[in-house]
């Protein structure tokens, strides 16, 4: 059964930082492009990054760049969101998921995990 699940959120003061990490299980792992997205209360649900198959590629939100990094290690079948300089507006729940093609639009994502809570605040 495809499993994804997030973990590392937490409490955080702005200009923090966070290393968030999606754990995966029961699918071909490396082969699928893994994304990070956000969701605050009263918003909809945005991409953060994503990461393609072999971790070569990466796309980032604009809200992030220079901020978050995202890598994987396929060998952990793991991908993680290292995040600095957090911001109160970063505060979210974030999620991972996965998605057969290189992509970081939410539509092309089939498989969701349940998020980690990460708040910035002083």
């Known amino acids: 059964q495809l499993q994804l699940v997030e973990s590392g959120g937490d409490l955080v003061h702005p200009g923090g930082s966070l290393r968030l990490s999606c754990a995966a299980s029961?699918?071909?792992?490396?082969?699928?492009?893994i994304g990070w997205f956000r969701q605050a209360p009263g918003k909809e649900r945005e991409g953060v990054s994503c990461?393609?198959?072999?971790?070569?590629?990466?796309d980032y939100a604009d809200s992030v760049k220079g901020r978050f990094t995202i890598f994987r290690e396929n060998a952990k079948n793991t991908v993680y969101l290292q995040m600095r300089s957090l911001e109160p507006e970063d505060t979210a729940m974030y999620y991972c998921?996965?998605?057969?093609?290189?992509?970081?639009?939410?539509?092309?994502?089939?498989?969701w995990g349940q998020g980690t809570q990460v708040t910035v605040s002083s």
């Open positions: 029961g699918f071909t792992f490396h082969k699928y492009t």
């Open positions: 998921a996965a998605a057969s093609l290189f992509s970081c639009t939410i539509s092309e994502y089939e498989h």
């Open positions: 990461i393609d198959s072999s971790g070569h590629s990466t």
